[in-house]
Every structure is written in C-alpha cells, then in structure tokens.
C-alpha cells in the first residue's frame, strides 16, 4: 500500500519533535551532538547514493565547484543552527527552547527582506510583533542573565533560529541543484567546519550513549529527511508548512511524557503567539 505525501510528512514532523528527547539522552553536549548528527548522517548518504550511482561523487564535486561560495554559507547555516539548538535543548524546557526556535519563519522574513530586497506588507509587519511579543513574554519570567540557565537556553534557540532562517534564504541561490546533492554538501560541509572544535574540545558530558546518537543520525536526520522530501513530491509546500505545526507541539507533548516538563502558562501564551504569527502568514500565502 502506497503511504500518502501528507502521512509522510505528518510522520517526518512527528520524528523530528523527538529530537531534543533523544539529544539529551546522547550525554553529549550541543557540540558534540552536532557533528555526529551531521558527519554520521554524510557518511550514510554517501554510502546509500554512492551504491546507487557510481559516478554520484564526482556529481556532487563538480556541482559543489561551481556552487560552493553558497554551498558553504549553507553547510556553516546549518551547523550552527544545530549547535545552538541542541545546547538550547539542555540548558533550558524543551517547550521553551522549540517553541523560540518557531522564530525562525519571522527572521526568515526579515533576512529575506534585507538581503533578498523582498517587500513586507503591513499585515506581515504586525505578525512581526505579535511573535516577538510572545518572545518577550517567554523570556519575561527569566531573570536577563546568562549564568541564569534557562534565559541562557532561550538565548541559544534564539540564535539558533536565526541560523535557520538563514537556511531558506541561502537555499534559494542553490535552487537547482538536487535534493539529494545538496543535503549531502550541507552535511559535509558543516561536518568539516565542527571538526576542529570537536577535537580540541570536550563534547562529551558522561559515557557517550551510541544508540541515542545512532537514532538521532539514522532515524531523526536520514529517514525523516528522506520521508519529509518524498512527502513533498505529492502534496504543496504551503501544506507542509501547516503540518509543520506538528514538530513543536509533539515536541512539548513527548517532553511532558518523557522527563515530566510542563509548560509555565507564560510560556504557553508566549509559544501560541509565536506560533500564530507564524501561522498566520502562511495562511495568508496560501
């Protein structure tokens, strides 16, 4: 029986609200937890494509070549996306930091806007607010202090969703290149790019958990990609964008199952306006 695009993200989204779940049993710190995701998961696609086609390397060689200015600012994008986030998972509530991490569509905006010359409509404009409001609202039950661990947290998936942002925005320069070309590059380049800080650093915080580490590579970065872009063949991007929804409230939901976190009410208006505004403007797209 032939599964659906939309059961396919749905599933995709489902996987990838686990993520900090998993990250925290790795017993590794947001470092680490980054450069096994991204190497481990480039050496499993290399194997898988490489089988398929024996000629995919030097595919992917020539196309980096000639792409690799925003190849690269991709690959460093992501890995410093992941290194906030996953630090963020353990310094404060997965709730708090994945909820602050759904900033990341309005920074997305604004870099479109700056860089990309993108006009912003007044209706997005006041979406804006209303989502930084609810990071206000969040962060207001923080002491503003960076010894403090949970504003530290925020601190992190706030920038952590900006580096995300920045993902689509670069993406757009590299449009014609394939999926799998280009998920491969991003892995590798990121892989090579924490490589130094992984070792002269200490990334590991206990016994390192290799099965922990083996779901988060196998399960959360290789089988969910592949099921999230096959999904994306039959079902519209604007569609994915609403069942993206999905990632950050699974996310509470297996945090209160799993280490028995529930979300203060602050950051529970704070994470709905955020969502909303967000929400809103895909809505607004359609």
């Known amino acids: 029986m032939e599964i659906s695009g939309r059961v396919k993200i749905i599933f995709s989204m489902l996987i990838w609200g686990s993520v900090g779940i998993f990250a925290r049993f790795t017993n590794l710190n947001g470092l680490g937890i980054a450069f096994f995701r991204v190497a481990l998961g480039a050496l499993i696609l290399a194997l898988l494509f490489s089988i398929r086609d024996t000629s995919w390397f030097q595919k992917v060689s020539d196309i980096t070549r000639q792409n690799f200015k925003w190849a690269f600012l991709l690959g460093t994008a992501l890995a410093l996306n992941w290194v906030f986030l996953f630090t963020a998972f353990l310094y404060t509530s997965i709730a708090r930091a994945v909820l602050v991490y759904y900033l990341a569509p309005v920074f997305a905006v604004l870099i479109s806007a700056k860089f990309l010359k993108e006009r912003i409509s007044k209706s997005q404009i006041s979406l ?57 590059t991003q892995l590798s380049i990121a892989s090579i790019i924490l490589f130094p800080f992984v070792l002269f650093g200490k990334i590991s915080v206990g016994r390192i958990n290799w099965f922990a580490v083996g779901i988060l590579v196998a399960v959360h970065t290789v089988f969910a990609l592949f099921l999230y872009m096959d999904g994306l063949k039959s079902i519209k991007v604007n569609e994915a964008a609403l069942l993206s929804y999905l990632d950050p409230l699974s996310a509470v939901v297996y945090a209160f199952l799993i280490f028995g976190e529930s979300p203060t009410l602050r950051t529970i208006i704070g994470g709905f306006l955020i969502l909303s505004a967000s929400l809103l403007d895909i809505l607004k797209r359609r």
């Open 128 to 184: 804006l607010l209303i989502a930084f409001l609810g990071l206000i609202i969040i962060m207001s039950e923080q002491k503003i202090d960076l010894t403090n661990r949970n504003f530290a947290g925020i601190v992190f998936a706030l920038i952590a969703a900006f580096f995300y942002a920045l993902i689509p925005n670069l993406g757009r320069f590299l449009k014609d290149v394939k999926s799998d070309v280009l998920t491969f």
